[in-house]
């Protein structure tokens, strides 16, 4: 990693993760496996649950059945691929983007249409499919528990529909409670890491893009607080 620093380039020894919903719980994993020697901290915007919406493991008989025939039926050879052509349409982003920014202005042309090109490349039908089918890998709790030594900044719009701030399986507002429940080890210096959560009013499910200047306003100050572990700085 790379930053600037004095007028020069100055090589960091540690790394900030920074993620929004499934990116957090990406961040979350990519710092349990990668430890304190790695990771400087963590900025999780909106994280979620998993990275799919439900466990069979949680759900009863009946629901477990049902999440059992989406996935082989509708996910399935024959009718996934359909679903994923109606799924990806421009008209249903936009609507699926509506839900979640509380400022619609937010919600271009240019957005739809980044989060539309992507759906045209090769593969990107069995990406989606495999990613619905698939595991929802470890909850934030259990990699919060195990990053006592993490500092950790959870940023959360109060407005978000998918991920609540203080319901549902994975609230934010348990996020403090959580870290370092584990017991898990100290930081760089030998210091306990730190969890703040910052709740944003009038703010949706992607933050970072909803309301750039709240975010900024309390992101920046935190990743210019942590330490680095920087070297002398380069020619």
């Known amino acids: 990693m790379a930053a600037t620093h004095g007028g020069g380039a100055t090589r960091c020894r540690r790394w900030a993760l920074v993620g ?5 719980l990406v961040a979350l994993a990519a710092a349990d496996a990668a430890g304190p020697a790695a990771v400087a901290g963590l900025a999780l915007l909106n994280c979620a649950g998993g990275m799919t919406s439900f466990r069979p493991e949680e759900l009863g008989p ?3 059945a049902g999440l059992w025939a989406f996935n082989n039926v509708v996910l399935g050879d024959y009718w996934g691929p ?3 052509a109606r799924f990806r349409t421009r008209a249903n982003i936009r609507s699926a983007l509506a839900q979640v920014y509380v400022n619609q202005a937010e919600v271009t042309d240019g957005l739809v249409e980044g989060l539309y090109a992507p759906s045209l490349d090769e593969g990107a039908c069995a990406v989606f499919l495999a990613i619905l089918r698939g595991d929802a890998g470890p909850k934030p709790q259990a990699l919060l528990g195990r990053l006592g030594w993490a500092d950790v900044l959870v940023v959360w719009g109060r407005d978000d529909p998918w991920t609540p701030l203080g319901s549902g399986a994975s609230p934010g507002t348990r996020f403090e409670e959580w870290h370092g429940a ?7 210096g030998g210091r306990r890491g ?6 944003l ?11 750039p200047d709240k975010v900024n306003a309390v992101l920046a100050p935190f ?11 380069s020619a």
């Open 20 to 24: 929004n919903s499934i990116g957090s």
């Open 62 to 64: 009946v629901p477990r």
């Open 82 to 84: 359909r679903f994923f």
């Open 182 to 188: 584990a017991g898990a080890g100290e930081g760089a």
């Open 194 to 199: 730190t969890l703040r959560l910052e709740v």
């Open 201 to 211: 009013d009038g703010v949706g499910h992607c933050p970072h893009d909803d309301a």
């Open 223 to 233: 990743l210019k607080g942590l330490d680095y572990g920087t070297a002398e700085p």
